[in-house]
Nanobody
Framework: QVQLVESGGGLVQPGGSLRLSCVVS????????MGWYRQAPGKQRELVAT???????SYVDSVKGRFTISRDNAKNTVVLQMNSLKPEDTAIYSC?????????????WGQGTQVTVSS
């Protein structure tokens, strides 16, 4: 089965940087669009960034210019580089692997990693 394992969360001061990684196993990595979601306390889960198998990226407006999503297909890894972090970026960040095949949707999730931005 497909497994996603995240790493890289932690506590950082405003203006700092963190790098989140997600390693995928149990399936062919390149067939999935990969994404990072986040959920802050009391708020709905929010899609932060996605990257297709071909490398096309998209971002929620609040992180454009600060976050960068990338993938290494040889290492089955997707990375979210987060710069200029703000307190409002504090959330649990989760990695997602998404695929649609013959109208059937496949979604797999990591366990989540806490990101806290605070002085």
């Amino acid at each position: 089965q497909v497994q996603l394992v995240e790493s890289g969360g932690g506590l950082v001061q405003p203006g700092g940087s963190l790098r989140l990684s997600c390693v995928v196993s149990g399936s062919i990595f390149t067939i999935y669009t990969m994404g990072w979601y986040r959920q802050a306390p009391g708020k709905q889960r929010e899609l932060v960034a996605t990257i297709t198998s071909g490398g096309s990226t998209s971002y929620v407006d609040s992180v454009k210019g600060r976050f960068t999503i990338s993938r290494d297909n040889a290492k089955n890894t997707v990375v979210l580089q987060m710069n200029s972090l703000k307190p409002e970026d504090t959330a649990i960040y989760s990695c997602n692997a998404h695929r649609t095949l013959f109208s059937r949707v496949y979604d797999y999730w990591g366990q989540g990693t806490q990101v806290t931005v605070s002085s």
